[in-house]
């Protein structure tokens, strides 16, 4: 059967969820990958780099307590941190999710998808086989992103590892030059100075600068605490790859830096170059943009595009919340049922823009759901900033020793519910759903008295931004 009620392009996080939705509902499926079913999440991002840093994150943690501290007496194990690696990325096999999709009944086609034509997906194998995929209701591209190359004299040459190549190392570089001051850029460095290189990190706008300004003044201060030489406002100009294999960056400046590697994560580009939309009227090689149930803006009705490669959010929980949404909304379309696409709608992806929760594993970690101060203002809202130092809690002064960290909530006054929140700290990560809820939910202030954290946590912070904001 080559004729499905839904195609799926792309077998990463987002494009499963999609597939498994809709059959759960009774539409069939089908979907196609060209690569390893799981994306890039599964073997070369989320979970290979978390388990790249976790190790070191334990280690701090019991260095940061007395008692358990003492009890930390061998060498930090590289090898053993690059095997747990490969494990969590399933020793880039995808065996596993391949009987997934076998047991939720969505069929595999393994090979490079292109749309031929409206509700025509033409797949070709590796052996250079086609197949051609005909959709009664939908095309669901979710083709995901590759890392962006920017155009730095000599840098295509000098094969620059990205994140794929620095997250699958199999060994580790003496000299590390990073450039990029964003979320790749600043968990591969914490991951790689932690595990034995020597670190220089162009961060030609800062380090983390999108977040709230004391995310990057904190992460900045323990990255060169670490020995890594983070350098604000430093640009390559030109890169060059030497005989012996080392490499040489030259700043704008002049200054030249000599490493082992290269890692360039300066952001990313969407894979739609080779997808067959020219044959549709879209431009090839352009982010897919969308209306809030992931339909293709300028297509009649049939493709819808979810995750990286809509560009809305670039993170998997976000991409799996719009599956969730395309996958429902393509059920209720295909039978005649109601669309709820009004804010907060069942089939709108609403939080995409009003409380996306994002972690960034760094020492310390970054927790951050909803706008910024500085968004929130460019969005002409009324708001009101409150800080609190974490530090100041009993529970984080029992968590570690030297706890460090710091809290703020952004309030929009005219409606006195949050619409930002950031938490940077030891092992924040885990406190950042109840924010996510604050936000999602629009709690209002007033209510939240009345969510009272347990004593000794460091969940307490809420409590003293409430006393700080004023009853
Ligand atoms: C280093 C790194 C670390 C990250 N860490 C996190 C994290 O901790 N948490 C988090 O939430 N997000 C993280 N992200 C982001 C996350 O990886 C992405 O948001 C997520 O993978 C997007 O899922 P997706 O399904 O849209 O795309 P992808 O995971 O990229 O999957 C797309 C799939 O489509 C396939 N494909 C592409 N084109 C075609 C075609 N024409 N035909 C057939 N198949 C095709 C690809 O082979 C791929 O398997 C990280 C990203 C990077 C780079
Ligand atoms: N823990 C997580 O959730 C996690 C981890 C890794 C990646 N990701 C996702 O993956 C995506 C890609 O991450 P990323 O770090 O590549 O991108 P990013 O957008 O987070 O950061 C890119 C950085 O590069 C800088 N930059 C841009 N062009 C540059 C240039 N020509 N020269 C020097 N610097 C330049 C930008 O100012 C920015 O600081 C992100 O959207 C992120 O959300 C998430």
Redesign the pocket.
């Known amino acids: 059967m080559t004729t499905y009620d839904v195609v799926v392009i792309g077998a990463g996080p987002v494009g499963e969820n999609v597939a498994d939705r809709v059959v759960q509902d009774g539409l069939t499926a089908a979907i196609v990958e060209r690569e390893l079913v799981g994306g890039e999440c599964s073997y070369w991002?989320c979970m290979p780099?978390k388990a790249l840093l976790r190790s070191g994150a334990a280690l701090r943690a019991a260095r940061q307590v007395p008692g358990a501290r003492e009890a930390v007496t061998g060498e930090f194990d590289v090898a053993a941190v690059l095997h747990r690696r490969d494990s969590f990325a399933s020793n880039w096999n995808d065996e596993g999710q391949v009987s997934w999709l076998d047991s939720v009944g969505v069929p595999l086609f393994r090979g490079h998808g292109r749309i031929a034509g409206d509700r025509v997906v033409e797949v070709t194998a590796a052996d250079g086989t086609t197949t051609t995929l005909t959709a009664r209701h939908a095309v669901v591209v979710a083709t995901g992103s590759g890392?962006l190359v920017?155009d730095i004299e000599g840098l295509r040459d000098a094969k620059p590892w990205t994140?794929r190549e620095t997250v699958a190392a199999k060994e580790v570089p003496a000299r590390l030059v990073v450039?990029?001051?964003?979320?790749?850029?600043s968990?591969m460095a914490t991951a790689f100075s932690q595990l034995g290189s020597s670190v220089t990190m162009?961060?030609?706008?800062g380090v983390l600068?999108l977040n709230e300004p004391f995310v990057g003044e904190h992460v900045t201060a323990s990255l060169r605490d670490k020995g890594v030489s983070v350098r604000i406002g430093a640009?390559?100009a030109s890169v060059k790859r030497n005989d012996d294999g080392t490499v040489s960056v030259t700043l704008t400046d002049g200054e030249q830096i000599e490493a082992d590697e290269l890692l360039v994560?300066?952001?990313?580009t969407p894979n739609t170059q080779d997808l067959g939309l020219e044959n549709i009227g879209l431009t090839p090689g352009a982010w897919l943009t969308v209306d809030d149930t992931m339909r293709v803006d300028g297509v009649d009705g049939w493709l819808y595009a979810a995750g990286d490669v809509n560009r809305r959010v670039?993170?998997t929980h976000q991409g799996k919340y719009q599956a969730r949404a395309v996958g429902d909304v393509i059920v209720a379309r295909a039978k005649g049922e109601p669309v709820d696409d009004a804010p907060w709608g069942r089939h709108a992806a609403t939080a995409d823009e009003r409380a996306v929760p994002?972690?960034?594993?760094t020492d310390p970690e970054v927790a951050a759901v909803g706008l910024t101060a500085a968004k929130a203002e460019e969005a002409g809202l009324r708001i009101r900033v409150v800080d609190y130092d974490l530090a100041a809690t009993a529970g984080s002064s029992l968590h570690a020793e030297g706890y460090q960290g710091h809290a703020r909530m952004v309030v929009d006054e005219d409606r006195t519910v949050i619409v930002g929140f950031t938490l940077v700290g030891p092992d924040v990560a885990e406190m950042l759903h109840a924010a996510t809820i604050a936000v999602a939910g629009e709690v209002p202030l007033d209510r939240l008295w009345h969510a009272v954290p347990a004593f000794p946590t460091v969940s307490e912070v809420w409590l003293r931004l409430l006393e700080a904001y004023g009853r």
């Not at 994560?265 to 990313?268: P, W």
Request: charged share 15%; aromatic share 4%; no cysteine.
């Open positions: 991002a780099t890392a920017p994140s450039i990029g001051g964003g979320v790749v850029a968990e162009l961060a030609r706008d600068h640009e390559a994560a300066i952001g990313r670039l993170l994002q972690v960034v594993f």
